[in-house]
C-alpha cells in the first residue's frame, strides 16, 4: 500500500523507469536535505537575531522554518519559540501572541514541548519581564513580577491531580517569612502588645499587652486606640500593617506612641523602649498576680491544665517546665488542651510527646527519599498521673501528632471532636535574592499504630484521618458555639484593669475532660 501511495504522489517520467526502492530512496534524501536546510537556517536565524541585531530578518528566516512541513519538529518548535520572542521585542504584541499560542497547540505533549525548548526558557522568562517592565500600562516593580510569576507556579502545582489542599504549598514573600519566624522562634524585638484591627471605625485597637512588657510597664491598656508612631499615621487600607511595622524594631530603641483611651477626653503620648519579647506558646488556667500563668486548674483535686496555642521551638521547655512547677505542687490529674492549635514544628510536637511516653513510636515520617522514625526515650518522662487531652474541628498539624501519639499509646484519653487532618510536612526553602521562601510539601507523617492522619481530598468520614476522640468522649459543639469559645479564649489572655467586661461560658468539652480525670483520680 505504501508503494502504490509513492507511486501516485511521486511526478512519474517514464514508467518503464519507475523503480519503486528509488523512490523510497529519493524520498529519504529529500527529506534529509529539508533537515539540514531547516538546521542551517535556524543558526542563520539565531546569528541575523543575536549577533546582527536584525529582528525583522530574524523573524522571516524563522518563519520559514515553521512553514516547512517536513522540517524537524524539534527544530520548528524552537524556531516558533525564537519568532515569538522576535515579534514581542519588535512590539508586534499580537504576532508574538499567535506564535506562542500555536507552538502549545501545535505541541500538545508538555514535557517533550519542555525537552524541546529549555535551553531558551531562562531567555524566555527574562524577555516577556523586560516587556512587562517597559511596556505595561503603568510602571512595575521587576520583584513585583517575580513574585507573581512564582505564585503562579506554584497556584499552578497546589492544584494539580487534587492532591493537595489549598495552602499545603504556597510561595511567602519577605514579610509573610517574617511573622513565620517571629511564631517559631518565639520572640520579636518591639513594645510588646497584641494589636488587633476594629474595620467599623478603622482603628488600631490594643487588643492586650503582653506580660511584662514595655507596653504594660508603660501603662497601656487594652481598649487604647493607636492613632500614629512617632507622628506617622496610618494609610487607609494598611492601618494595621503599618502599626504593626512602626512599633517593631530593634530592642532599646525609643518609640512614641499616640494613644487615644475611651475614659480620657484627650489623646495623649506614650514614650517606650523596645525590648525583646519571648512569646508564650503555652498557657494556664488564669493569671497570678505577677502576670504568670497559673496551670493548676483545680487546686483541690490537683487537676493542672495547660494550652498549647501553637508549638514553636521553646514549646517543649514550656511544656516541661510547667510539668515541673505542677508535679512541685503535688498534681494528680492533667488536662492537656490542643483545641485551635494550629500546629507548628515537628520536632516540637515530637518533643511534647515524649514528655509523656516512656518508649514506642512517636510518628512516623514518610517523604520521597524514605522513612524517618522518631521514638520515645524513657528519660525525663511524667507519668504517675491520668491525662484528658482536648481536641476540636481546628486542631491540626503538629497538635495532631501529640494528641494521636498519645492516644494510641493509651496515656490519655481524647475529648472533643475530630480534629482536621493535616498531616503533610512542609518545608521553608529560602529563595536566592531575597526574593522570599517556598513552602513546599515534603512529607506526610503517621500514627504510632501505621494508620493515616492526613485528610487528602476525597477522602470519607469513613477512612483513617486525623485523630477521632476515645469512645464516650465526643462532644460535638456548633459553629455559634465554637465562636463563643474563642472569644471566651481570647478574653482569658487579656490583661486588662478590673472593670473590663467578663465573658461567661460553659466549656462542654473541658466538662467531660474534668469528669474523666476527677474519675480517675477517686479511684486512685
Not at 497584641?194 to 501603662?219: I, W
Not at 512617632?230 to 530603641?253: D, I, Y
Not at 511524667?382 to 486542631?395: D, E, H, M, Q, W
Amino acid at each position: 500500500m505504501k508503494i502504490e501511495s509513492l507511486n501516485r504522489i511521486l511526478p512519474v517520467l517514464t514508467k518503464k523507469l519507475f523503480v519503486p526502492g528509488a523512490a523510497l530512496l529519493l524520498v529519504t534524501a529529500a527529506t534529509m536535505a529539508r533537515g539540514q536546510v531547516a538546521s542551517e537556517l535556524l543558526e542563520k536565524g539565531i546569528y541575523t537575531e543575536e549577533t546582527k541585531g536584525e529582528l525583522k530578518a530574524a523573524s522571516q528566516i524563522y518563519q520559514q522554518i515553521v512553514d516547512d512541513p517536513v522540517a524537524d519538529r524539534s527544530l520548528v518548535a524552537q524556531a516558533q519559540l525564537r519568532l515569538g520572542l522576535c515579534e514581542l521585542k519588535l512590539g508586534n504584541k499580537p504576532r508574538a501572541i499567535s506564535a506562542l499560542e500555536r507552538l502549545t497547540q501545535e505541541f500538545p505533549d508538555k514535557d517533550k514541548l519542555l525537552a524541546l525548548v529549555e535551553r531558551q526558557m531562562p531567555q524566555v522568562l527574562d524577555e516577556m519581564l523586560k516587556q512587562i517592565e517597559q511596556n505595561y500600562i503603568q510602571e512595575v516593580d521587576r520583584s513585583e513580577l517575580m513574585e507573581t510569576a512564582i505564585r503562579a507556579i506554584v497556584g499552578k502545582l497546589d492544584a494539580r491531580g487534587g492532591f493537595l489542599r489549598t495552602n499545603d504549598l504556597a510561595f511567602l514573600d519577605t514579610n509573610e517569612m517574617a511573622e513565620i519566624n517571629v511564631g517559631i522562634e518565639q520572640k520579636m524585638a518591639g513594645i510588646g502588645a497584641r494589636l488587633k484591627f476594629e474595620k467599623e471605625n478603622r482603628a488600631v485597637m490594643v487588643e492586650t499587652p503582653l506580660p511584662n512588657s514595655p507596653a504594660l510597664k508603660s501603662g497601656l491598656l487594652a481598649g487604647d486606640r493607636i492613632l500614629a508612631v512617632n507622628g506617622a499615621e496610618f494609610p487607609e487600607g494598611k492601618e494595621l500593617e503599618t502599626a504593626v511595622k512602626l512599633l517593631r524594631g530593634p530592642a532599646g530603641t525609643p518609640v512614641a506612641v499616640s494613644v487615644k483611651r475611651p475614659s480620657v477626653n484627650d489623646a495623649f503620648e506614650l514614650k517606650l523602649t523596645r525590648d525583646t519579647m519571648r512569646l508564650a506558646s503555652v498557657l494556664g488556667a488564669h493569671y497570678k498576680p505577677d502576670h504568670t500563668w497559673d496551670f493548676m486548674l483545680d487546686d483541690e483535686t490537683k487537676i493542672g491544665y495547660l494550652r498549647v496555642s501553637y508549638i514553636g521551638q521553646q514549646s517543649a521547655d514550656e511544656v516541661e517546665a510547667a510539668l515541673k512547677e505542677l508535679t512541685a505542687h503535688g498534681m494528680r490529674g492533667l488536662v492537656l488542651d490542643l483545641r485551635n492549635g494550629p500546629g507548628g514544628l515537628l520536632d516540637g510536637a515530637v518533643a511534647i510527646s515524649d514528655l509523656f511516653v516512656e518508649s514506642g513510636r512517636i510518628v512516623t515520617l514518610k517523604s520521597r527519599s524514605g522513612e524517618h522514625l522518631y521514638d520515645a526515650k524513657s528519660e525525663g518522662t511524667f507519668s504517675g498521673f491520668p491525662i484528658a487531652v482536648l481536641v476540636n474541628r481546628n486542631t491540626a498539624s503538629a497538635a495532631e501528632i501529640v494528641a494521636a501519639c498519645l492516644q494510641d499509646h493509651q496515656r490519655a484519653v481524647v475529648v472533643g471532636e475530630r480534629t482536621f487532618g493535616q498531616a503533610v510536612v512542609k518545608n521553608l526553602i529560602q529563595l536566592k535574592n531575597g526574593l522570599g521562601a517556598l513552602k513546599l510539601p515534603t512529607g506526610a507523617y503517621y500514627r504510632p499504630s501505621g494508620k493515616n492522619m492526613n485528610r487528602y481530598p476525597g477522602l470519607k468520614d469513613s477512612d483513617d484521618w486525623g485523630v477521632t476522640p476515645d469512645e464516650g468522649y465526643q462532644v460535638m459543639v456548633s459553629e455559634d458555639e465554637l465562636k463563643q469559645f474563642e472569644k471566651y479564649q481570647d478574653a482569658r489572655t487579656i490583661l486588662s484593669n478590673s472593670t473590663a467586661p467578663k465573658i461567661e461560658f460553659q466549656d462542654r468539652q473541658l466538662e467531660r475532660a474534668l469528669d474523666y480525670i476527677r474519675a480517675q483520680v477517686g479511684h486512685n
